[in-house]
């Protein structure tokens, strides 16, 4: 295996690839993890024979419109036949319909998570832990700063803060990943409050797609901009985190995200995040033990996640990015 524009894997004359960041008609079979668009790319792509979960695939969709061609669908807990590789989905607890593959070949077996959370939230149950020779994990957050809190204990600020913001005469903004995030602050006032929660158009999208696989969300949609002002007042909004909003003095603005935690200016922060955070990655790769383990989409974290992994769990680590790597010499050891 290795880094080819996404995460390769080669066996014989078969050749896969997850996560694509650009088109190689090399691999003919690209599998996507889930549907944030830095990993969702190759759903995008003309020619290959591509594969997902369904959710991926109607949330990619309801994102840009985009008709998947050549479209697979993959399932929890089932095989997928690629010659001699059987590559099975597993749930990786993200956003809605995200998962992790596992990949066996006559040399081994290895994991790669994509993007995952290791734990409950409002919407997504932990990712599943499945054993393997080889860990190709995200490390996003993977420095012992990033330790974030509790579900309990952030819904709790989310809400005080809101309310706060609404005794005080100004409207609590939340701007968030429009996918994932927005949808855990609707269910975080949904169960723990009264209060009504508007959304931008394109986290209403988003939100389609979640209720029509069995999330319960309860909103309104901010449509015109004549609408959206009879919606100020007493409300939560949900925008998205890119979303450039006017200097209103009736805006109180939160940010939320794991990176909120290196946050600067006047928004306030929220460490609300759809991540694995520093203590939870290190708990996942504890549990699984592989033989090795390739860090992934950290930039500077790939290094330092690996070097804890290596110093504190005594298993040999290293970025996906140095150097080709195969099953059959982690088997062996």
């Given at each position: 295996?290795?880094?080819d ?9 078969s050749?896969v ?6 088109s190689n008609?090399?691999?003919s079979?690209?599998f ?5 668009y830095?990993?969702?790319k190759?759903l995008h792509?003309p020619d290959q ?9 109607e ?5 840009g ?6 479209w ?7 095989e997928?036949k690629?010659d ?5 989905a597993?749930?990786a607890g993200h ?8 990949v066996t070949?006559?040399e ?5 998570t994509g993007d995952?959370?290791f734990?409950?939230t ?7 832990v499945s054993?393997?020779?080889?860990l190709v994990?995200?490390a996003t957050?993977?420095?012992?700063g ?5 579900k309990?204990?952030i819904?709790a600020e989310v809400?005080q803060?809101a309310?706060e913001?609404?005794?005080?005469g ?18 975080i006032?949904n169960t723990?409050?009264?209060l009504p929660?508007?959304?931008?158009p394109?986290v209403?999208r988003i939100n ?12 309104a949609n ?5 609408d959206f002002?009879?919606k ?7 925008v ?13 603005v939160?940010?939320?995200?794991g990176?909120?935690?290196?946050l600067?200016?006047r928004?306030k922060?929220?460490?609300l995040s759809d991540?694995?955070?520093?203590p939870?990655?290190?708990r ?6 592989p033989?090795?383990?390739l ?8 290094e ?6 290596s110093k504190g769990?005594k298993i040999?680590?290293?970025?996906l990015r140095?150097?080709?790597?195969t099953?059959?010499?982690a088997?062996?050891?």
């Amino acid at each position: 295996m290795k880094w080819d524009n996404g995460v390769a894997v080669e066996y014989r004359d078969s050749r896969v690839i997850f996560d694509p960041q650009v088109s190689n008609p090399f691999y003919s079979s690209v599998f996507v993890t889930h549907a944030h668009y830095d990993h969702a790319k190759g759903l995008h792509f003309p020619d290959q024979t591509k594969f997902s979960t369904k959710e991926t695939q109607e949330l990619v969709t309801a994102v840009g419109g985009v008709n998947v061609k050549k479209w697979i669908q993959v399932q929890c807990g089932r095989e997928v036949k690629i010659d001699d590789l059987e590559i099975k989905a597993h749930n990786a607890g993200h956003i809605l319909g995200s998962v992790q593959y596992e990949v066996t070949s006559p040399e081994g077996s290895l994991v790669y998570t994509g993007d995952f959370n290791f734990t409950d939230t409002w919407t997504m149950r932990a990712a599943e832990v499945s054993p393997c020779d080889v860990l190709v994990v995200e490390a996003t957050f993977g420095s012992p700063g990033f330790v974030f809190p509790s579900k309990e204990l952030i819904s709790a600020e989310v809400v005080q803060w809101a309310v706060e913001s609404i005794k005080g005469g100004r409207t609590p903004v939340f701007q968030a990943d429009s996918m994932g995030n927005a949808q855990e602050l609707i269910r975080i006032f949904n169960t723990l409050t009264t209060l009504p929660v508007v959304t931008h158009p394109s986290v209403t999208r988003i939100n389609e797609v979640y209720e029509s696989h069995g999330h319960t969300l309860n909103y309104a949609n901010w449509g015109s901009e004549e609408d959206f002002q009879h919606k100020l007042g007493k409300h939560v909004l949900i925008v998205p985190k890119r979303l450039n909003l006017p200097e209103d003095p009736k805006f109180n603005v939160a940010y939320t995200s794991g990176w909120a935690l290196h946050l600067r200016g006047r928004r306030k922060p929220f460490l609300l995040s759809d991540h694995a955070d520093f203590p939870q990655l290190l708990r996942f790769v504890g549990e699984i033990r592989p033989r090795l383990v390739l860090t992934c989409h950290g930039g500077r974290f790939n290094e330092t996640f690996a070097r804890y992994v290596s110093k504190g769990l005594k298993i040999e680590a290293r970025p996906l990015r140095l150097i080709p790597t195969t099953l059959i010499s982690a088997h062996k050891k």
